[in-house]
């Protein structure tokens, strides 16, 4: 079974430019979440999806900010403008429903913003 | 509000050495507890989890209980092998309200294990 995949793994770009992260979570997976990873840090939450509703997003920097889960698999998250301080690793992670407690994470996104 | 404090590293260790990684936390309610590893180049996996108090969780060898008394989830792993080294995140899941299933992580404790 194919686990979470996300694109690209590596973006390098300069402040200002706007800059997307797709992720396709495991097969029946219902709960989609987005993390960023500072450097030396743990995860911290952005969203939460059940299927394709937006359940908690009270950690998305929605200035800057937004993403999509259309028909409830695929995830896009974008960022328009980058700021320096959004350089991070963004983590895509599914879990069957919100109770049944264990993530399946993606290998992430390394954005550096130059 | 909830959060996890795990003890900083890095932690470097000799092959067959006994490792303990002290995690701690705070949350109302019940909580379930986890701990997630990462390898080098690699995604954030379950390692255990214990979802209740006094519940041990266990995987590889690695061993953690969930001990409510003393707000602790502490890893252990009697003899610790080269491939262990990575990444240890301790992580916590709120168990009502709609923080339910999000989970909160601590720093993260960078292993070496030496041959």
């Known amino acids: ?114 | 509000g909830n959060s996890v404090t795990q003890m900083e590293g890095p932690v470097t260790l000799s092959e067959e050495a006994f490792l303990t990684i002290n995690c701690t936390y705070t949350a109302t309610g019940y909580p379930s507890l986890f701990w997630y590893v990462q390898y080098p180049g690699e995604g954030l996996q379950l390692l255990l989890k214990a979802t209740k108090a006094d519940d041990k969780g266990s995987n590889k060898g690695f061993e953690a209980t969930y001990r409510k008394e003393t707000t602790s989830f502490h890893l252990e792993k009697g003899s610790v092998q080269v491939s262990d080294s990575a990444v240890y995140f301790c992580a916590l899941s709120a168990d009502y309200g709609g923080s339910q299933g999000n989970l909160i992580f601590g720093k993260g404790t960078k292993l070496s294990v030496k041959p």
């Open chain 1, 1 to 114: 079974e194919a686990g979470v995949v996300q694109s690209p793994r590596y973006k390098i770009i300069e402040k200002k430019q706007p800059v997307a992260f797709w992720c396709n979570p495991i097969s029946g997976h219902n709960t989609l979440y987005w993390y960023r990873q500072n450097l030396g840090q743990g995860p911290e939450l952005l969203i939460r999806y059940e299927n394709e509703e937006a359940v908690d997003d009270s950690q998305l920097p929605k200035d800057r900010f937004s993403a999509e889960r259309l028909k409830g698999v695929d995830s896009t998250l974008k960022i328009q403008p980058a700021e320096l301080g959004d350089s991070a690793v963004y983590l895509c992670a599914s879990s069957q429903k919100t109770s049944s407690h264990e993530q399946f994470f993606g290998p992430g996104t390394r954005l550096t913003v130059l």
